[in-house]
């Protein structure tokens, strides 16, 4: 099945931005917002962002989710070491009656 | 506090089966859907199936349909997985996550193996 496009890896210094990019199609990231989550080496994903570009309660304001047409957008300001993780971004593609998920950005604060 | 576990995995032959379970706490499981999600070692997120609040609808990922069966008991809080038929690419740890991926639990390890 299809999958989102997300770049395999992003380096980025301590306090610097990061902004990590999701791409898609009109069926999928065009049409049904993304959800962006974050995993940790060794943990299960945790929810970054929602559909609506939302962040859950305890989320770091230094995060922030947009999206324009097919392609979506986590940028977070900033960079601490706890930081360094790898980034998904998921959507639900309503041609292909499933959730496609990116291949991950591996995300390293140097 | 939401809680999910899962339970079932472990070591199997190809062609053999397993049943996963995910037992849910903290949130009204009954009013969401829920996803499995898998992740083969080294290797990305896979989505593997959806379940609706109700029961229905179900879909599946391609790469499982026809031999794994997503299920749900709401009056137990549980979630199943029934896989059959497995192959050596489906070696993975399995997540159940909840809602629109909000909570996820630790992870059941699956290996198939001769």
């Known amino acids: 099945q299809a999958g989102l496009t997300q770049p395999p890896s992003v380096s980025k210094g301590l306090r610097q931005t990061a902004t990590l990019t999701c791409t898609g199609n009109?069926?999928?990231?065009?049409?049904?917002?993304v959800v962006w989550l974050q995993q940790r080496q060794g943990h299960p994903p945790k929810l970054l962002a929602d559909?609506?570009?939302n962040r859950p309660s305890g989320i770091s304001e230094r995060m922030s989710a947009a999206r324009s047409g097919d392609t979506a957008s986590l940028t977070i300001a900033g960079l601490l070491a706890e930081d360094e993780a790898d980034y998904y971004c998921?959507?639900?593609?309503?041609?292909?009656?499933?959730?496609?998920f990116g291949g991950g950005t591996k995300l390293t604060v140097l | 506090e939401v809680q999910l576990v899962e339970s079932g995995g472990g070591l199997v032959q190809p062609g053999g089966s397993l049943r996963l379970s995910c037992a849910a706490s903290?949130?009204?499981?009954?009013?969401?859907?829920m996803n499995w999600v898998r992740q083969a070692p080294g290797k990305g997120l896979e989505w593997v199936s959806h379940?609706?609040?109700?029961?229905?609808?179900?879909f599946y990922a391609e790469y499982v349909k026809g031999r794994f069966t997503i299920s749900r008991d709401n009056a137990k809080n549980l979630l199943y997985l029934e896989m059959n038929d497995l192959r050596a690419e489906d070696t993975a740890v399995y997540y159940c996550?909840?809602?629109?991926?909000?909570?996820w639990g630790q992870g059941t390890v699956v290996t198939v193996s001769s």
């Open positions: 996550a909840a809602k629109v991926f909000d909570y």
């Open positions: 998921s959507a639900w593609d309503n041609s292909l009656n499933s959730w496609v």
């Open positions: 559909r609506n570009n």
């Open positions: 009109r069926n999928n990231v065009g049409n049904q917002g």
């Open positions: 379940i609706s609040s109700s029961g229905m609808p179900k």
């Open positions: 903290g949130l009204t499981f009954s009013s969401f859907g």
